[in-house]
């Protein structure tokens, strides 16, 4: 009788493995299909749009991948602040630093371009949270390089290749500073390894579970919406993080709907004006969307 029953529990177990792989096939297969679709009307777009492109979208439920020059390098611009958050988070967890710690402003950590830090005065404390939070979701320059400064260009691009895996992503310039980059030195990143990090982050993979769902939650919480978000519907949650320089405009996130999520990563350079890039990275994000 026991062994009778054992043969049943096995064959049972057995059939609904195979039914649940069964299922996972057939949904791979829908979501190729309409993927495939999207990647025509994808193209479309792509060959109306005067710039140079990266595009990573990936699936989260089955990996199906849609891309177009997803390895291709492109300066990153404030894209290289989500690897930086991570090697923040890394440096907690080595026990380098805490979320907690204070940093007082200095006035040459002082940055142009995005953020309203610089207008605070020099010896303001902030903790190494709030630097986080106002680096992802305000794009600010000046709590990137106290950031930076503290942690270091060595630390930051060991655990970039060591920690993170990435290996065109690199931080070899300060953020603003126009210096180095009129002399050629520049931060690059492409479509793919910003999606790749994401994907970690969603898994809670990166770092650890509790820094993945910290990352998760500042990205969340951007202020800039003006590209992912720009055709999507109100109230859909969306954490990513922009980019902007002169001829160069991303956006990278990951899209949260009940149907399913899914990353989508738009790099751009040498386009006609900063509302057509943004306008092309709302209709990548939107058309994508409308798969799910």
């Known amino acids: ?5 054992r ?38 777009n792509i060959n109306k749009f005067p710039g140079e492109v990266g595009i990573y979208i990936k699936d989260l439920k089955t990996g199906v991948v849609l891309s177009y020059n997803e390895s291709k390098p492109f300066a990153s611009a404030s894209l290289v602040k989500i690897p930086i958050m991570a090697a923040t988070f890394q440096a907690v967890e080595d026990g380098n630093m805490s979320l907690s710690s204070k940093m007082t402003m200095l006035r040459k950590y002082k940055a142009a371009g995005s953020g309203s830090m610089k207008r605070n005065r020099k010896g303001t404390k902030y903790t190494v949270e709030q630097l986080v939070y106002n680096m992802i979701t305000d794009s600010d320059n000046t709590a990137t390089n106290m950031l930076t400064y503290e942690l270091g260009f060595g630390y930051i ?17 300060g953020i603003m500073d126009l210096r180095l980059r009129n002399k050629g030195i520049e931060n690059y990143t492409t479509a793919k390894e910003m999606g790749d990090l994401l994907e970690k982050m969603y ?15 500042v990205l969340a919480h951007q202020k800039h919406n003006d590209r992912i978000p720009r055709f999507l519907p109100n109230g859909l949650n969306v954490a990513h993080k922009t980019g902007l320089l002169r001829g160069i405009c991303h956006d990278a996130g990951i899209v949260f709907t009940d149907k399913g999520d899914f990353i989508v990563c738009v790099l751009t350079r040498d386009f ?3 509302k057509l890039a943004k306008n092309f990275i709302g209709e990548v994000a939107y058309i994508t969307y409308r798969c799910y």
């Open 1 to 5: 009788m026991y062994v009778r029953k």
């Open 7 to 44: 043969e049943i529990f096995l064959q049972v177990s057995i059939f609904v493995f195979l039914l649940v792989v069964s299922f996972i096939k057939i949904h791979y297969i829908q979501k190729k299909m309409v993927y495939e679709k999207l990647n025509n009307e994808m193209m479309e």
């Open 157 to 173: 691009n060991w655990v970039f290749s060591q920690k993170l895996g990435l290996e065109v992503t690199r931080f070899d310039r």
């Open 203 to 217: 898994n809670k993979k990166l770092v650890s579970k509790e820094s993945s769902n910290k990352m998760l939650d």
């Open 272 to 274: 006609g004006s900063y």
